[in-house]
């Protein structure tokens, strides 16, 4: 994952230190940040690493930019089509690298089909963690009405009061290493939670996930998004939650229907949504839109509610996360060419 502005450099590409000319091994980072540039021009070499960093995104324009290196970071922001993956695999590519924890934007099946082996990165949970229960909290103390009011020199107290979390029960959907972050968490709170994973891993009143999202005030989403997982929070899910219950989606937008999500919204039968993700965010979220039309119709509607917290896909980005993202970019290639070594 990277962070939200383009790297600045004249002819769109970060080289390496001259004193790294001799480095062996070389990475093709695509779709790099001003931030992540600047951490990856200096961890590379350290790694004994040549990097090749540039703003464009991967894609058969930019392919020649691969040429001589087998391995490629992308970001999480660019859908890579299989043209493109062909492409880099004639231009000698033999691994990619995500740099997000999820792989919905590469066809993987279709990658190793032709020879290319694709790894995503692991980071610190608590970016994403810590990001939901502030999400949870502001929905359930009406922050954005407050903070909006507020703004404007209202200083009068809100017509609706705010929720305790130590008072509900929240429910969480996978739990994974961030998951179960947000379970260690919630645990300070002393709120009640179950939890739902096809998996069981770690220590959780696990019940079918029906059961917890019509048992919880609060359901929040931590699973990657997958052809099974798609609506996982469906119409008739939606419908059947808890009356006043809120969602909390810090994973991917699909995950929700948002029709339904909207509808149910809309009628007051949920209480309230925090989103850092939304179906249909590409080319909208990580881009300057203050002076262009929204096409998404549900996206503006949601930033319309005033218990609707959205974020722009953001809930990871922290210095720690981002040292960890390019430091395991690197160190994936690496291991990498290591096993090929070997094998």
């Known amino acids: 994952m990277t962070d939200n502005e383009p790297a600045r450099t004249t002819d769109r590409r970060i ?32 790694f004994g690493v040549m990097p090749t960093i540039t703003a464009d995104a991967v894609s058969e324009a930019t392919v020649e930019m691969a040429f001589g290196n087998r391995c490629v970071s992308v970001d999480h922001k660019t859908r890579v089509s299989n043209s493109t993956l062909l492409a880099l695999r004639r231009a000698g590519v033999a691994y990619i690298s995500t740099r997000s924890v ?51 020199h209202d200083y009068r107290l809100s017509d609706v009061r705010g929720r305790e979390l130590r008072a509900l029960t929240v429910g969480v959907v996978g739990t994974g290493r961030i998951g179960a972050a947000v379970i260690d ?6 709120c009640r939670t179950l939890a739902y994973d096809i998996n069981p891993t770690v220590s959780a009143n696990y019940v079918p996930l029906d059961e917890l999202s019509q048992r919880s005030d609060v359901v929040t989403l931590h699973t990657p998004l997958t052809p099974r997982t798609r609506h996982l929070l469906h119409r008739r899910r939606i419908e059947h939650m808890k009356d006043g219950a809120i969602v ?64 722009p896909h953001t809930a990871y980005f922290t210095d720690r996360s981002l040292s960890d993202i390019v430091a395991n970019s690197i160190t994936n290639c690496l291991e990498f060419e290591s096993r090929n070594q070997r094998g």
């Open 248 to 311: 909390i989606n810090t994973a991917r937008g699909p995950l929700v229907d948002t029709e339904a999500l909207v509808a149910a919204l809309e009628t007051g039968r949920l209480g309230g949504a925090g989103l850092d993700v939304v179906e249909g965010e590409e080319e909208i979220f990580y881009v300057d839109r203050r002076n262009k039309p929204i096409e998404n119709r549900l996206l503006a509607r949601l930033q319309q509610m005033p218990n609707v917290v959205v974020s």
């Open 185 to 190: 968490r919630l645990w300070g709170f002393g």
């Open 15 to 46: 080289q390496a230190p001259e004193s790294s000319a001799d480095l062996a091994t070389g990475i093709t980072i695509y779709g790099c940040g001003r931030d992540e540039a600047a951490l990856f021009s200096e961890m590379a070499p350290r």
């Open 102 to 152: 999820g792989y919905d934007h590469i066809d993987v099946d279709y990658a190793n089909s032709i020879g290319i082996a694709v790894e995503n990165v692991t980071y610190s949970a608590d970016s994403v963690a810590d990001y939901t229960l502030m999400m949870m909290l502001m929905v359930l103390r009406n922050a954005k009405s407050t903070l909006r009011r507020t703004d404007v």
